[in-house]
C-alpha cells in the first residue's frame, strides 16, 4: 500500500484495540511508531495527542486523528487499496461486512477487557510485566509502587459494577456464537474463505485476550499463571470453533514485531 508519512500511535500495548491496529496496519503496510504507556495512565497521552480515553489514538501523518477501533477501521479501510478494501469491494458486501463488524465491535470492545481484568487485576506478579510492557520509566515505577491505586483505577474505568460483570461472558457468548454460526453458514474453514481475511483478523484481535495465542503483538501472562476461573474459561474457548479460528489465524497470518 502506497502511504505517505508514518503514522503515530499511541496505545497501551497489551489492549484488544490497539492489537487490533497493528495488526491491520502491519497488513496493509503502513508505516508506523507506537508510543505505548500503561493502561489507564495511557489518558494522560492521548489526551494531549488530540484523543480521548479510547485506544489506540493514531496521528495520521496529515495531522487527523483517530480515536479508538471504529475511527481505525474506517481510516485503513479508505487507506486499503481496490482489491483489497477492509471490508470488500461490492456495496452489498461491504454493508453485510460492517453490520457484521459492527455486531462484534458492540459485544467484544470493552467486555473482553472488563471479563479478562476483573479475573487478572488481583494477580499483581502476573500482570505487572504485561501491563508495563514499554511504558515510560515514571509508569512503571506508578504501576508497581501504587499496584493498589492502580488496580482502583482500573476497576473504576471498566466498570466492575455486579451488572457489568454479569452482562460480560453473556455479551462475550453471543460474540463466539455469531462467529460460530456464520462460519457454519459459509462452510469454509476461515471467514474470509480458505485463507484468514479481514473479518477473521478483526475477530481474532479482539477476542485474543479469550485464548492467549502464540504470535499476540505483545507480551501477554502465562497461562498457567491465570487464575483458575480464567484458566478454564481460556481451554473451554479454544476448544469450540471461535476460539479455534483465532488460534489459526494467528498462526496463519500474525507475525508480529518484537
Not at 55 to 65: K, N, R
Not at 122 to 139: G, H, I, M, S, Y
Request: proline share 8%; glycine share 6%; with cysteine.
Amino acid at each position: 500500500m502506497a502511504s505517505s508519512g508514518t503514522y503515530r500511535m499511541v496505545t497501551a500495548r497489551v489492549s484488544p484495540m490497539v492489537e487490533l491496529a497493528r495488526w491491520l496496519f502491519d497488513r496493509y503496510d503502513v508505516p508506523f511508531s507506537e508510543e505505548c504507556h500503561a493502561p489507564m495512565l495511557h489518558v494522560l497521552a492521548t489526551r494531549a495527542a488530540g484523543g480521548g480515553v479510547e485506544l489506540p489514538v493514531i496521528v495520521t501523518p496529515a495531522g487527523a486523528v483517530w480515536t479508538g477501533a471504529r475511527d481505525t477501521l474506517k481510516g485503513v479501510d479508505a487507506l486499503s487499496p481496490p482489491g483489497r478494501k477492509l471490508f470488500g469491494e461490492a456495496e452489498d458486501e461491504r454493508a453485510a461486512n460492517q453490520a457484521f463488524v459492527e455486531e462484534l465491535l458492540d459485544r467484544l470492545l470493552t467486555q473482553v477487557r472488563r471479563f479478562v481484568y476483573h479475573h487478572v487485576l488481583p494477580n499483581k506478579q502476573a500482570l505487572l510485566p504485561t501491563v508495563t510492557f514499554r511504558a515510560p520509566l515514571w509508569e512503571r515505577a506508578f504501576v508497581g509502587r501504587l499496584y493498589p491505586l492502580w488496580r482502583v483505577l482500573m476497576a473504576r474505568g471498566l466498570d466492575f459494577s455486579p451488572q457489568a460483570l454479569a452482562d460480560a461472558p453473556v455479551k462475550i457468548e453471543e460474540a463466539l456464537a455469531l462467529v460460530e454460526a456464520e462460519l457454519a453458514r459459509r462452510k469454509t474453514p476461515f471467514l474470509g474463505g480458505a485463507a484468514p481475511g479481514s473479518l477473521d483478523v478483526i475477530f481474532s484481535a479482539l477476542a485474543g485476550p479469550l485464548v492467549f495465542p502464540r504470535n499476540y503483538g505483545t507480551r501477554l501472562p502465562a497461562v498457567e499463571d491465570l487464575p483458575d476461573a480464567l484458566r478454564r474459561f481460556v481451554a473451554a474457548t479454544r476448544a469450540r470453533p471461535a476460539g479455534d479460528l483465532v488460534l489459526r489465524t494467528y498462526d496463519a497470518t500474525r507475525f508480529p514485531r518484537s
